[in-house]
């Protein structure tokens, strides 16, 4: 997040997002040909680069830096223009810059030199403590607990499902959970991104379901009373920033820091 106001997954992204005072940066992790661990969040060049080829087929020397101009990818016909800052980096240049800020890393591939190498990385620089890592395969997540179970994991979608599960039968109060994150989507951005009128009938159900499901202050009040921090992602707009807020979540991740600063300060609202 922070791609409405700078290239994503830049250096100036997340400077930008820090000065404002932005809790944890979000960023997404992948490996180059020569085995260096960088911030990007697709596997395939083209929509960030132009270039169409896999990251993990270049050598990081070699990667092509960020086209001028990107979507952004939860506002409907928006742009982003960045200015100087269009290289990849690694995730290292990011542990180095920002020693004290929590970090969540999204590990994109399935792959156990990748995961190793974040592990590595995360405990070279003390970071065990201010980072947070899976994804939305349970497989990955799993690899990630057994690599290193000293860094909090993030729900995958099947524990997700389960959650749900375990929270509409009664039984969540008695089961453990050795996750320390919840990040989901707020269904109900999707007529926001995509015109209503073109989505079926059956969509807009869906959509009203997924989002009458997992929005839920007594959730969310029930997760963050075992320590469990609860955050919603992407949102943009006002009325979702408050909707999110008066949940319970414990963040919000938005492509607009700077609004999101801006409503916080203006309701006098302090993150949990």
Known sequence: PGAGENLE?????????????????????????????????DSNLKRSTGINAYISDVAYADLPPYLCKLGVSFKRECYCEGGDDKRIPLLRDVFEAFPNTPINIDIKVNNDTLIKKVSELVVRYNREHLTVWGNSSNEVVK?????????????????????????????LPFVPLKEQFLEIPMPSIISKL??????????????????TLLMRKALFDHLTSRGIQVYVWVLNDEEDFKRAFDLGATGIMTDYPTKL??????NNYTLK
């Open 261 to 266: 600063k801006e409503f916080m300060e203006k």
């Open 143 to 171: 690899k990630c607990y057994k690599e290193n179970p000293q860094i909090p994991i993030l729900f995958s979608l099947p524990r997700v499902l389960l959650l749900l599960g375990l929270f509409y039968t009664g039984l």
């Open 9 to 41: 997954n830049t250096m100036a992204a997340f400077r930008h997002a820090v000065q404002l005072g932005t809790d944890m940066l979000e960023l997404d992790c992948h490996w180059t040909k020569d085995e260096q661990v960088v911030v990007l969040h």
């Open 194 to 211: 995509k015109d209503p009128e073109r989505q079926t009938r059956s969509q807009r159900f869906v959509t009203w379901l997924a989002d």
